[in-house]
């Protein structure tokens, strides 16, 4: 036979095993949700990153070997317009349109990024580096970080 006494001391233990298993429970929901959000704001940083490193890599692309022809020596524009050599679709043209910043030939007009990421402030900054040196610094902002690249020793038309 069991006593009251050891009835209630197997009530108290019953409610502190309850107690401490949701406890656990309850920090393991908590984890869980941390990671998947933590993961998620990688997978976004991680993308964002994509996307200005492909920005940025056409944009050299489109520098190397080229002559500006916009903006002029001196000058800022939201529209970069070069003449490639040995390119048979020239110009090309960046320019910013609708949150997206467009790659623009004789034949073909695309957006270089995804749609779902908001893309701004387009500059093309055309100055003298130093004295006869010029530079041409690009810059955009991708969910509002900003990235730039800067070119030396350029040739104006």
């Known amino acids: 036979m069991i006593s009251n006494r050891q009835k209630g001391f197997l009530l108290i233990e019953i409610i502190i095993y309850f107690a401490l298993f949701s406890l656990i429970v309850a920090v393991s929901v908590v984890s869980t949700f941390s990671l998947l959000g933590s993961r998620e704001k990688m997978r976004e940083t991680s993308l964002i990153e994509e996307e200005a490193a492909f920005i940025l890599a056409?944009?050299?692309?489109a520098l190397s070997n080229s002559i500006?022809?916009?903006?002029?020596l001196g000058q800022s524009d939201g529209k970069l317009v070069v003449r490639k050599m040995d390119f048979p679709d020239n110009p090309i043209i960046f320019e910013e349109?609708?949150?997206?910043?467009?790659?623009?030939?004789?034949?073909?007009s695309e957006p270089l990024s995804n749609s779902y990421l908001k893309v701004g402030n387009l500059n093309f900054d055309y100055r003298l580096f130093?004295?006869?040196?010029p530079s041409l610094e690009a810059e955009f902002v991708i969910n509002n970080r900003l990235f730039k690249t800067i070119h030396f020793d350029l040739i104006s038309e």
């Open 58 to 61: 056409k944009i050299d692309w």
């Open 68 to 72: 500006i022809i916009e903006p002029e």
């Open 97 to 108: 349109r609708d949150g997206n910043i467009f790659y623009e030939t004789a034949n073909i």
């Open 130 to 133: 130093s004295e006869s040196v």
